[in-house]
């Protein structure tokens, strides 16, 4: 049975959940290009009324609902492996896996209402505002080896102290580069030791205006941008989130490379190049380097599988190295009664124990959140590599609540400075002043 607390849910979330609307409501900023569902995973997206029948049927098992949001074909079918193995060893529970369109304007309103799924996905832009409404039991005490997790993810899940829910995989970002073109330009190929210098060098030697190709493409996003901002030392706040620092010269500085790769007509945004993201422009060979996650290998290997490339960690700035970290965790509602909690951590505890998490991430898709399994992954996915040693010096992608206003503001601000109607100093002016307001609310 569910408690008091919700009617507090309700008022608490209709302000908190300001974020609600990559995964699944088609507003986070982060990660890969937004997935639709496709028809065969809305096909079996389960209904209430069927999970219904299900537990009428089930007999005496525990009967869980495991609700996400729907992505490709491949990882819609291995998830739903996973979930099969799991009910064949486990006879006292029975889980439902719910893959659902509007995935944050459903979860939204079942938490408000009293009923929500006993497990779920919470993508770590968005934990802070759940963790605000009280609507998250915290996983301490719960799991089982959890120092195996990359301490970074763990960072990405742990609000004031406390450690709320395990990291089902995650997503980093590189650089890729396009082979033939370093070839036919007589430059070797991007490392690990390369520094932003390096980096625009090779783009000025790659930029080829008359043919409309450029050393690079990136996007005004602040998911991206904020990777060079750590690269020169930056911030976005400080520690504990009571002051923005955004405003600095740091900041100033990767902004100025940043926007002045465009201005210098040496990177181009995916909309000038006939793209709808990164990824799409340099598998057209439109620009001979990118910036995106480790999503970006199936889409390649689907869509231009004959391009010849190679991934590398990101240039280091004048801070040193830094990349992002995108993630999600299975999460489990507070004010479930004893028995339906202890099942959903158990369940929990297999996705993100070695063998569920195993099955999951030997699709290739996403990465493992457990460093021992870190060798075995990489026995299969040897190119790879550099997206899982960027686990090493990643930041989360995770603020305070409310921070959708600033991460708005700023996008606003880049694409502005893109266009050239704005300057790297008033971008980073409003979004100090947005970032004030929020942090005194």
């Known amino acids: 049975m569910l408690k008091k607390w919700f009617?507090?849910?309700?008022?608490?979330?209709?302000?908190?959940?300001?974020?609600?609307?990559?995964?699944?409501?088609?507003?986070?900023?982060?990660?890969?290009p937004e997935a639709s569902v496709p028809d065969e995973a809305a096909d079996d997206v389960v209904t209430e009324d069927?999970?219904?029948?299900?537990?009428?049927s089930a007999g005496e098992a525990v009967e869980l609902q495991l609700m996400g949001w729907a992505s490709s074909d491949a990882e819609n079918t291995r998830l739903q492996a996973v979930v099969d193995t799991f009910n064949e060893t486990h006879d006292n529970i029975n889980v439902t896996l719910n893959l659902v369109p509007d995935y944050d304007t459903k979860l939204q309103t079942s938490l408000a209402g009293g009923s929500p799924p006993d497990v779920f996905y919470v993508d770590s832009f968005k934990l802070p505002d759940l963790v605000a409404a009280n609507a998250i039991e915290p996983a301490e005490g719960h799991l089982e080896n959890a120092d195996d997790f990359y301490s970074s993810l763990q960072d990405a899940f742990t609000i004031d102290g406390t450690f709320y829910c395990p990291p089902k995989d995650f997503s980093t970002l590189g650089l890729q580069y396009n082979q033939d073109m370093f070839d036919a330009a007589g430059l070797d190929y991007p490392t690990a030791d390369w520094t932003w210098d390096d980096l625009r060098a090779a783009a000025e030697q790659l930029t080829d205006a008359d043919a409309g190709v450029y050393g690079m493409v990136i996007n005004p996003d602040?998911?991206?941008?904020?990777?060079?901002?750590?690269?020169?030392?930056?911030?976005?706040?400080?520690?504990?989130?009571?002051?923005?620092?955004?405003?600095?010269?740091?900041?100033?500085?990767?902004?100025?490379?940043?926007?002045?790769?465009?201005?210098?007509?040496?990177?181009?945004?995916?909309?000038e190049l006939d793209s709808g993201w990164n990824g799409e422009a340099f598998g057209k060979g439109?620009?001979?380097?990118?910036?995106?996650?480790?999503?970006?290998?199936?889409?390649?290997?689907?869509?231009?599988?004959?391009?010849?490339?190679?991934?590398?960690?990101?240039p280091a700035g004048p801070g040193g190295e830094a990349t992002m970290a995108f993630t999600v965790c299975y999460a489990v509602?507070?004010?479930?009664?004893?028995?339906?909690?202890?099942?959903?951590?158990?369940?929990?505890?297999y996705l993100t124990g070695p063998e569920g998490m195993k099955e999951w991430t030997d699709l290739g898709l996403?990465?493992?959140?457990?460093?021992?399994?870190?060798?075995?992954?990489?026995?299969?996915?040897?190119?790879l590599q550099p997206f899982l040693d960027g686990a090493d010096n990643a930041?989360?992608?995770?603020?305070?609540?409310?921070?959708?206003?600033?991460?708005?503001?700023?996008n606003d601000g880049l694409q502005q400075a893109f266009a050239g109607t704005a300057l790297p100093e008033d971008v980073l002016e409003n979004a100090q002043e947005v970032g004030e307001e929020v942090l005194s609310r």
């Open 222 to 271: 602040f998911a991206r941008w904020i990777a060079f901002l750590y690269q020169a030392g930056g911030s976005v706040t400080n520690e504990d989130f009571s002051a923005m620092t955004i405003n600095s010269p740091e900041a100033q500085a990767a902004l100025e490379f940043y926007i002045g790769m465009v201005d210098d007509g040496l990177a181009n945004q995916p909309s």
């Open 333 to 349: 509602p507070a004010g479930i009664d004893a028995a339906q909690q202890e099942a959903a951590f158990e369940l929990v505890n």
């Open 286 to 314: 439109r620009a001979a380097m990118s910036m995106e996650g480790n999503w970006i290998v199936p889409f390649l290997a689907d869509q231009f599988p004959d391009l010849n490339y190679g991934v590398t960690q990101l």
């Open 395 to 410: 930041y989360p992608w995770q603020f305070r609540p409310g921070f959708q206003d600033v991460l708005d503001t700023i």
């Open 7 to 32: 009617l507090f849910l309700i008022l608490a979330l209709a302000m908190s959940l300001a974020l609600v609307a990559c995964g699944g409501g088609g507003e986070e900023p982060t990660a890969e």
């Open 50 to 56: 069927e999970a219904a029948e299900d537990t009428e």
């Open 366 to 383: 996403a990465m493992p959140t457990r460093e021992s399994l870190r060798e075995g992954w990489l026995a299969q996915y040897p190119d």
